[in-house]
């Protein structure tokens, strides 16, 4: 009579589970509880057959197998197993002299074998290593994965810290499904936010569908965004797929969704709630979108004056992300500069001079990092010399830097200390700015750790 023991354990749970195969009724109660006493789940079987149907009922991560038994050998089991469960290690026990089973064992796939008689110590040590080999494949596998997925930083430079905050965020957010809001100015790379929420998803091997709501009629927004079916209206000779459905399985996202007309987002609502769509003249049709939504409004702005509907608001905010604008984070700029250079010089050595640098991080920048993009290709472009200098500057930066001073810079005529000026100047950002130190040390275009630098030299505490 065959008999299967197991010391069972869920499906889901597979860590430290091993199988042990041998019709040696002794040596398998002596096995068991020499692999049981050092931690590990063991299902037993007394013959290859049995020991096949409890690897398929249990996934084991180790199958440990005598090589001859009755109905089913080990061999016959190993090569079953290997070729189900190519993950699976199994290692073999074969008889005291019997090297060519054991050879022939390892050509089929067994991680390892053991001859008869072995003592507790020598089974322990193969099953231990066993189990370090299965950690390290699941962490590789982990590790290419986490490469896979990474999220693609590189098209969006920073090291100031609130780009450094808005990079965490986005780390943490892209695994979910949860909707976000992407807030901020023109130019400050709402969509390349999204997109790299979207390459770090698991929705990443599936479509992102990008729609500005402000680029498309108001009348034609619906069927954009909803498709429509042949007949719907006139001119629909055909079935058409809106943006929800082109998106179906990936990302979805709204740019500028504070312009869509007030009648379609009470519908855009009902698809954030019910997860389905109505095409134009169809029926309701199951969506699986995850949505990502951008405004350059101001949000609460919008919210007083009814531009956009609060209820739809606290649905797309689950997780809302706050870009800054490039004025309020000049220590990125020489990065920046240096990344647009690369990108337009086509493999040039094409450099920026000092004073060149200085001038574009004192711009203020309205057009946030499209207007420093477009202005460093439009230099590269035009330039006379591989080094950009201040007449490669457009007039109105050049023009901003020399009326700023002139204008702050009004010295009594008996001198005054260059300390004292400085401190002066700390002090007011830092009042100006409600002692927010990040914005303080925009306003004076230094980077923050130089602000907090000059606050200890100076000994200035909030009052």
């Known amino acids: 009579m065959t008999t299967v023991s197991i010391n069972k354990a869920p499906k889901t749970d597979q860590l430290g589970l091993v199988l042990l195969v041998d019709d040696d009724a002794s040596l398998r109660r002596v096995t068991e509880y020499s692999l049981q006493s050092a931690g590990y789940r063991v299902l037993t079987a007394n013959d290859g057959q049995k020991g096949l149907e409890a690897f398929r009922d249990h996934q084991p991560s180790v199958v440990i197998t005598d090589i001859q038994m009755p109905r089913m050998t080990g061999y016959e089991l190993l090569k079953t197993v290997r070729t189900e469960s190519p993950d699976t290690l199994v290692i ?62 590189n098209h969006m430079v920073g090291i100031s810290d609130p780009m450094q905050e808005v990079f965490d965020v986005v780390r943490r957010v892209a695994p979910s499904d949860a909707t976000i809001l ?54 629909a000779t055909r079935d058409r797929l809106g943006k929800f459905e ?57 919210l007083k ?50 004073e060149t640098l200085e001038y574009l991080t004192a711009y203020e920048w309205p057009g946030n990092v499209r207007e420093l993009q477009n202005t460093i290709q439009r230099m590269v472009i ?38 004292a000026l400085e401190k002066e100047a700390v002090l007011q950002a830092l009042e100006r700015n409600k002692w927010n130190q990040t914005h303080a040390a925009a306003f004076l275009k230094i980077p923050r750790h130089t602000l907090i630098y000059r606050m200890e030299k100076y000994e200035i505490v909030k009052r």
């Open 92 to 153: 073999v026990i074969t008889a005291y002299g019997s090297v060519e089973k054991a050879v022939e064992a390892m050509k089929a796939g067994a991680y390892d074998y053991i001859t008869k008689p072995f003592s507790r110590d020598e089974m322990i040590l193969i099953v231990e290593r066993a189990f370090a080999l299965l950690g390290l494949q699941t962490e590789n596998r982990r590790l290419r994965d986490e490469l896979q997925h990474q999220i693609d930083f």
């Open 305 to 354: 004056n009814g531009r956009l509907r609060e209820d739809l608001y606290y649905r797309l905010s689950v997780i809302p992300i706050q870009l800054p604008p490039l004025r309020q984070r000049i220590e990125d700029i020489p990065l920046l500069v240096r990344h647009f250079l690369e990108r337009y010089a086509e493999g040039q050595a094409v450099t920026v001079t000092p």
């Open 382 to 419: 035009l330039r006379k010399e591989d080094s950009l200098k201040l007449n490669d500057l457009p007039e109105k930066i050049r023009k901003v830097k020399r009326t700023s001073l002139n204008q702050i810079l009004q010295l009594p005529d008996d001198g005054y200390s260059l300390e």
């Open 246 to 302: 082109l998106a179906n399985g990936g990302t979805l996202f709204l740019d500028e969704v504070a312009e869509m007309p007030q009648e379609l987002q009470p519908k855009l609502l009902r698809v954030i709630q019910e997860r389905e769509i109505e095409p134009l003249g169809g029926e309701l049709r199951g969506i699986d979108v995850r949505l990502i939504a951008a405004t350059n409004r101001n949000v609460e702005e919008t």
């Open 182 to 235: 992407i807030t901020g100015e023109s130019g400050t790379g709402k969509e390349l936010i999204a997109r790299a929420i979207h390459a770090g998803s698991e929705r990443h091997d599936s479509p992102f569908v990008a729609v500005n709501c402000a680029a498309i009629p108001a009348e034609l927004l619906e069927s954009e965004l909803f498709g429509y079916v042949k007949g719907a209206f006139t001119g």
